[in-house]
């Protein structure tokens, strides 16, 4: 379009383009001009709608973008004007702007006051009531017909040219809202007078759900609804009363409290005493099982090793029995007794006595010298004096056994000849010629003792019982 086309619109009252960037606070807004020609601009903001009206009818609804107005883009109005496309004749129509933010901080309040009957006392009291509200379009076309009508546009309060504020169209609703349902909800909440200020979120939300459809009739909806201040009437003397009686009734809940707290105190101390002497008592029981534990302990470990004394003496008995009889086996297995071991031991005294007296004596000779031969005699005579007794029983026994045998004597047994370590070889009886070592006794067998008292037995099998070893 040229600068003339321009001045020409300009001054025939026709606009090219078509948008509203007034206030925040005015939910509609009517654009003053109402012929427009087809290709046109409409720019619509971020949350903002734009209606076109003809003849009262709402015809297309924009949101926010920009817009050539020609019959493509509106086909209802194309409809309604049935003009041709590329026709640069003016349209008449109005164009309606619906701010879509939400209105932050509309104050509300109620013009009267709210009668109020105390539950406790019956008293009446009277309330006032107020606070604040967030309100956003959210049916752009209900909100135009039902309340904007041809008017220049409505906000919250009173404008020039408006319809009349929003305010003042839905005070009696709120009103009405507040008087009928702040006393039901004080009472069904069991809300305490004086304590109201601590429950204004619940009468808040109370009130909300009930002031919300009357909003919601005319495309309004109510984010946020609060309740900012209940006033109380402090100079009526029936609300002095009951805030007499409350401070009583505090004063008692508090003297109750306490009462009630130096109670638990005491059944606490008490119950800490009980339990610290019962803690004391439990102690004392378990130092004193604990002593007699100790002291059976040393009884038993006492007893116990004289157990082990006992029968260590007893198996240290049993060995040396056993040890004998084992000694015993063996000579009766090699064929000789301990008549065999005396004569054995009677020989060697004799043949030391001998070999002591020298060479000459025992020989019959006569070469040695007088001292030498005395004292070669002197040491066979003692050795003889030694074992006289016991070659006296050994003869003895021979004698017997000659009387008894007449005819002819038992020939003694010839004991097993063995080696002596110190390198005698063939040594017969239990001590060597050479050294006088005694013969080595036999390795005691293996032994054991069977459960059915059988001790010292020999092999795998009791001889008592036949049990198996180690069973």
Not at 164 to 185: C, D, G, H, Y
Not at 272 to 281: F, H, L, V
Not at 404 to 415: D, E, F, I, L
Request: proline letters at 4%; a negative charge; hydrophobic letters at 35%.
């Amino acid at each position: 379009m040229t600068n003339s086309d321009k001045l020409k619109t300009e001054k025939e009252g026709l606009v090219s383009v078509i948008k509203y960037e007034g206030d925040n606070e005015t939910f509609i807004w009517k654009h003053p001009i109402e012929d427009f020609n087809y290709g046109s601009q409409l720019i619509v903001h971020e949350s903002q709608e734009a209606v076109f009206f003809k003849d009262g009818q709402a015809l297309d609804t924009f949101g926010p973008g920009r817009y050539t107005l020609e019959t493509q883009s509106l086909p209802i109005l194309e409809k309604a004007y049935k003009l041709a496309t590329g026709s640069v004749s003016p349209f008449h129509a109005e164009v309606y702007f619906i701010n879509k933010t939400v209105q932050m901080a509309i104050k509300w309040g109620t013009p009267d006051k709210v009668r109020f009957i105390d539950p406790l006392t019956g008293t009446p009291l009277d309330l006032g009531a107020s606070g604040e509200m967030n309100l956003q379009v959210s049916n752009s076309r209900k909100l135009l017909v039902q309340l904007v009508g041809t008017m220049k546009g409505i906000a919250w309060e009173d404008g020039a040219g408006f319809t009349k504020s929003l305010q003042e169209s839905f005070r009696p609703l709120i009103s009405n809202a507040v008087k009928t349902n702040l006393p039901t909800v004080i009472k069904s909440e069991a809300i305490d007078i004086l304590e109201i200020d601590e429950n204004l979120g619940i009468i808040s939300d109370n009130l909300k759900e009930k002031i919300l459809p009357g909003f919601e009739e005319y495309g309004l909806t109510i984010p946020q609804f609060y309740v900012t201040s209940i006033v109380l009437p402090e100079n009526d003397p029936n609300f002095k009363r009951i805030r007499e009686l409350h401070t009583i009734t505090l004063q008692t809940r508090i003297i109750q409290a306490e009462a009630t707290v130096k109670t638990a105190q005491a059944q606490s101390e008490t119950q800490y005493r009980t339990a610290q002497e019962q803690s004391k008592a439990a102690i004392e029981a378990a130092h004193r099982e604990a002593e007699l534990q100790k002291q059976l302990t040393e009884t038993e470990v006492l007893r116990r090793e004289a157990e082990r004394k006992i029968i260590a003496a007893q198996a240290d008995a049993e060995a040396t029995k056993m040890a004998g009889l084992a000694e015993a086996e063996v000579m009766r297995a090699k064929g000789y007794n301990e008549k065999d071991v005396l004569q054995a031991e009677v020989q060697k005294a004799y043949a030391e006595g001998i070999g002591n007296m020298g060479p000459e004596v025992s020989n019959g000779g006569g070469g040695s010298s007088i001292v030498g031969d005395m004292m070669g005699l002197g040491v066979g005579m003692a050795a003889a004096n030694a074992i006289m007794p016991q070659i006296g029983n050994m003869m003895q026994g021979i004698g017997g056994q000659q009387t008894a045998n007449n005819t002819q004597a038992a020939p003694a047994p010839s004991p097993d000849a063995w080696d002596c370590s110190c390198g005698q070889k063939g040594v017969v009886g239990n001590f060597c010629n050479n050294c006088g070592s005694r013969r080595p006794l036999p390795v005691a067998p293996d032994t054991w003792d069977c459960s059915c008292g059988l001790k010292g037995i020999v092999g795998n099998y009791c001889n008592n019982c036949g049990k198996k070893r180690g069973e």
